[in-house]
T-cell receptor, first 117, second 114 residues
């Protein structure tokens, strides 16, 4: 299957700082990537749809100014958590579809565990 | 929009027994139904998927059934093994639509007791 990577795998930061998470499709191009967050023992909550070369589409209740998404190339999308607070601590996972709009199988990255102190 | 319900939330079975997880969806336009397995602290892994043009699909010990009329689909794991213990998520989406996000169920925590 297609390979999606994320960096970093885990990060600890102080409250008020910003954290950038990278999501890369390693062996395919992805015009669309998705960002999810997952709290312990809960499901995947879609945060936003990242579209290459255009603005991301955010789900209701997700602050676009707090969770900045940039999809500057067909293999890289970044999520920046700005002015992070302890309640932002979570597991952030990205996914991408190999084969573009004519396919539907989503492959997930390994996730980034964020802890805000 | 689409809403996916998943049951049960937890399931314990003895090793060797079968496990069944059920999901329902609300949007009749959905025509793609993948199942993901997530082990603790790891990424969700696609284990099987079914598209609306078939009613059943099998891959070794894993099978999925789909009832479009009733809008429900199920995952069946036979001869369960301890390594099947994980959280399983069902999802619903659209075929040939890579820019449309999947809608996930809340997950089922499966424990296989040796």
């Amino acid at each position: 299957g297609a390979v999606v990577s994320q960096h970093p795998s885990r990060v600890i930061c102080k409250s008020g700082t910003s954290v950038k998470i990278e999501c890369r499709s390693l062996d395919f191009q992805a015009t669309t990537m998705f960002w999810y967050r997952q709290f312990p023992k809960q499901s995947l909550m879609l945060m936003a749809t990242s579209n290459e070369g255009s603005k991301a589409t955010y789900e209701q209740g997700v602050e676009k100014d707090k969770f900045l998404i940039n999809h500057a190339s067909l293999t890289l999308s970044t999520l920046t958590v700005t002015s992070a607070h302890p309640e932002d601590s979570s597991f952030y996972i990205c996914s991408a579809v190999a084969g573009g709009s004519k396919q539907e199988t989503q492959y997930f990255g390994p996730g980034t565990r964020l802890l805000v102190l | 929009g689409e809403n996916v319900e998943q049951h049960p939330s937890t399931l314990s079975v003895q090793e060797g027994d079968s496990a069944v997880i059920k999901c329902t969806y609300s949007d009749s336009a959905s025509n793609y139904f993948p199942w993901y397995k997530q082990e603790l602290g790891k990424r969700p892994q696609l284990i099987i998927d079914i598209r609306s043009n078939v009613g059943e699909k099998k891959d070794q010990r894993i099978a999925v059934t789909l009832n479009k009329t009733a809008k429900h689909f199920s995952l069946h794991i036979t001869e369960t093994q301890p390594e099947d213990s994980a959280v399983y998520f069902c999802a619903a989406g659209l075929r040939n639509s890579g820019n449309t996000p999947l809608v996930f169920g809340k997950g089922t925590r499966l424990s296989v007791i040796a």
